[in-house]
């Protein structure tokens, strides 16, 4: 944290985290955001960046405009104004299903998976941007398409050992309990080998020991694959613990950016998390 | 062995090859209906129109002769050639293909995250479209469809039975080309909606459209993939009622016998519709065979409904469809 002097810019090059990690360029780059839904403005002239090798968190209260920031990021929402930068380029409007085969993955707040599908199923599907071999080798299951399929198995046998979820692989997920499941999800985003994975509440739901669980996963994700990685917190606690910079968001603006430590002596951050006294 | 109980298994088998017959129709309903969640009531029609248009194909016929005659007072009919079996069967496959784009483009495309109902109300409205579109272009009277299919009694079958029991039993060979054709494509789409990528997007696009717009899955590509393969298998189905039929009209009301089909089987399973096809085109056949006597005959016409009926009261879910599970 010594080397990052500026409180909200660090060196254009990147800097070192305290436990010695580097963290590269800028990887995505949001410019003057705005979202509206009708008269409703959700989100408000809100500017950030997410480095390459980062752990980033957006935190805010409720209704402070974070998911629909995630949303935005990963194209499910057009931005009324303002510009996404992923990559060194400029992101026109595009689809989500697109924005998936950019690199970018995420998971849901409530959940969303393939539920009647198996565990293996559900990981495997993560891979579809991957996946080289046209339809009609496919269809009929000749050469290239077979063994690319043997391939990729492999790979997701790697994510589910690596989640630890080698006994619920052939379980359709719908009967999985819920922490299984957010596991499950990240799995699938972990499939597409993502350049960043988005992680919309990923311990939203959970009891002490799984929060602990999903925290570790999401360390050994960004230290052991490098995946950049944005996530979207309620609880402060693992937020400040997890992350190297946080954006504050209340009421659809930003009202801090910077590591946990700057953020967590910063007044407004104190004021929207406290409230404050009127007098 | 009694002369009755060969007769009671050459019914059974009569009714396990005309049970195929419905299966292939079934098919198509549950290909939509796992990929979409919607009951496409224009199964049938797609069935006949694929039918119309081969015939048409085939014979050379020019497309809405009888619309553009009644306008201008011409006198058109045919192009005057006539095509190979297999080539019109192609080119058919390429307009059934046509049509699922088109489908997708100013039906589906409209309705994303709508109630099913109306969805369902969108293939009824499809139906009557595409039996009025089959209307004007190929007209309506009753076509002999020949693509070369061998029909009539097998007597390789009659001659070797008759050895070996000393009962000829009665089979069409259409019906064994059927069974044939049904087991082939109900494996080939097994295997593709389990272990292909396609397969796999496919059912992960009925399942949740979000999850599967996140992990990179276009859902046009997708629903066009549907409908088109749901469209050569009405063209599958349509060659084959149309060869043993007719190609007539009243063919889009096999659509109707396919519903206690997917009621027996399940909506969302392949062979299912394949064993429900079976149970009801052996128990009709067999219930004929053995009450009708008792109660006057024509059984046929409800004892599939019935049969259903009786299912859905102790397994709404059909034998192999997926078991509804919510967590709460």
Redesign the interface.
């Known amino acids: 944290m010594s080397s990052l002097t500026h409180k909200d810019t660090p060196p254009a090059d990147g800097y070192v985290t305290e436990d010695g990690r580097t963290i590269g360029g800028v990887m995505m780059e949001m410019k003057h955001i705005t979202l509206r839904f009708g008269g409703v403005v959700a989100i408000q002239d809100i500017s950030f960046d997410i480095r390459e090798g980062e752990i980033r968190a957006i935190i805010g209260p409720n209704g402070a405009g974070k998911s629909s920031m995630l949303n935005v990021m990963?194209g499910?929402y057009v931005p009324s104004e303002g510009e996404v930068w992923f990559r060194g380029r400029k992101r026109p409007p595009m689809?989500?299903?697109?924005v998936?085969?950019q690199g970018l993955?995420?998971t849901?707040q409530n959940i969303?998976?393939?539920?009647?599908?198996s565990t293996l199923?559900n990981i495997?599907?993560?891979r579809?941007?991957l996946?080289k071999?046209g339809?009609l080798s496919?269809?009929i299951?000749w050469g290239k398409?077979q063994h690319e399929?043997s391939e990729h198995r492999e790979k997701v046998e790697e994510i589910i050992d690596f989640l630890e979820i080698q006994a619920i692989r052939k379980t359709p997920v719908?009967?999985l309990p819920y922490g299984l499941q957010k596991r499950v999800e990240l799995g699938?985003?972990l499939a597409?080998e993502p350049k960043l994975l988005l992680l919309d509440e990923p311990m939203a739901g959970m009891n002490v020991e799984e929060k602990e669980d999903m925290s570790r996963f999401i360390l050994d994700v960004n230290d052991e694959f490098g995946t950049t990685i944005a996530l979207i917190e309620h609880d402060m606690g693992v937020v400040m613990d997890l992350s190297d910079r946080v954006v504050v968001m209340d009421y659809g603006k930003k009202i801090g950016d910077g590591t946990p430590d700057e953020v967590r002596n910063n007044k407004a951050v104190i004021d929207a998390y406290l409230g404050v006294a009127h007098d | 062995m009694s002369e009755q109980f060969y007769f009671a298994l050459e019914v059974m088998m009569n009714g396990l090859m005309a049970g195929v017959m419905y299966s292939l129709v079934a098919l198509g309903f549950v290909l939509i209906f796992k990929a979409s969640g919607i009951f496409n009531y224009a199964q049938g029609v797609m069935a006949l129109f694929a039918a119309l248009t081969l015939v048409g194909i085939q014979k050379g016929e020019i497309p809405f002769a009888h619309v553009i005659n009644a306008t201008f007072g011409t006198n058109l009919s045919t192009f005057g050639w006539e095509l190979p079996s297999i080539v019109a069967i192609v080119l058919t496959a390429a307009v059934m293909i046509l049509m699922a784009v088109l489908i997708e483009k100013y039906v589906l495309k409209h309705l994303v995250n709508q109630e099913p109902i109306i969805l369902f109300m969108a293939t009824i409205g499809l139906a009557f479209f595409l039996e009025g579109l089959g209307d004007l272009m190929w007209g309506s009277e009753i076509k002999k469809l020949d693509v070369g299919l061998p029909q009539g009694i097998s007597e390789t079958i009659e001659t070797v039975t008759n050895n070996w029991f000393g009962y000829g039993f009665f089979i069409d060979r259409l019906d064994i080309i059927a069974a044939v054709v049904a087991a082939i494509l109900v494996t080939s789409l097994t295997?593709?909606s389990k272990?292909?990528?396609?397969?796999?997007?496919l059912?992960?696009v009925?399942?949740?459209h979000?999850?599967?717009?996140?992990?990179?899955?276009?859902?046009r590509f997708i629903w066009v993939?549907v409908w088109s393969i749901a469209g050569f298998v009405a063209l599958v189905a349509g060659i084959m009622w149309g060869t043993k039929s007719g190609v007539q009209f009243s063919l889009s009301l096999i659509a109707l016998k396919a519903l206690p089909v997917l009621m027996l089987g399940g909506f969302t399973s392949i062979p299912g519709a394949i064993v429900g096809g079976l149970i009801i085109g052996v128990g009709e056949k067999l219930f004929e065979f053995l009450v009708g006597p008792m109660v006057g005959g024509a059984t046929e016409n409800w004892f599939a409904y019935v049969l259903a009926l009786v299912f859905l009261v102790f397994r709404p879910q059909g034998l192999f469809g997926?078991k509804i599970?919510e967590?709460v």
């Not at chain 1, 689809?95 to 697109?98: R, S, T």
């Not at chain 1, 969303?112 to 599908?117: D, T, Y």
């Open positions: 990963s499910f689809k989500p299903f697109q998936a085969q993955a995420r849901f969303a998976l393939f539920k009647g599908m199923d495997m599907t993560g579809v941007t996946m071999t339809l496919q269809a299951w398409a399929e719908g009967r699938r985003a597409a | 295997l593709f272990y292909t990528k396609q397969g796999r997007a059912r992960a009925a399942d949740d979000q999850a599967a717009l996140s992990v990179g899955i276009s859902l993939l997926e599970i967590r």
